[in-house]
């Protein structure tokens, strides 16, 4: 079954960490790009953190020193240690797997809080 499930999301302090995980199956992982994206209520998804087939990453300039992404493709999974967090950071994080001529894929989304 082609899918992506993530995992590690949760409520957390002002400042504290929290590393979201994002296992998928099904498909061809170390040739995906895989990606971090959240939802904050009422604005638009954002590309939070990518990470290409050859290890190559990016971040949003309002991550960038903060969260940092990494893969394993011998696990196929891919995660984003989040550190310093702020309320701003509370979203909604999907895992993406985009690849040319692939359609997109999506995970299910886990919920992110961050709040004294």
């Known amino acids: 079954q082609v899918q992506l499930l993530e995992s590690g999301g949760g409520l957390v302090q002002p400042g504290g960490s929290l590393r979201l995980s994002c296992a998928g199956s099904?498909?061809?992982?170390?040739?995906?790009?895989m990606r971090w994206v959240r939802q904050a209520p009422g604005k638009e998804r954002e590309l939070v953190a990518s990470?290409?087939?050859?290890?190559?990453?990016d971040y949003a300039a309002s991550v960038k020193g903060r969260f940092i992404i990494s893969r394993d493709n011998a696990k196929k999974t891919v995660h984003l240690q989040m550190n310093s967090l702020k309320p701003e950071d509370t979203a909604v994080y999907f895992c993406?797997?985009?690849?040319?001529?692939?359609?997109?894929?999506w995970g299910q989304g886990t919920q992110v809080t961050v709040s004294s």
């Open positions: 990470i290409g087939s050859d290890g190559s990453s």
């Open positions: 099904g498909f061809t992982f170390s040739m995906s790009t």
């Open positions: 993406n797997r985009r690849r040319v001529n692939f359609p997109d894929l």
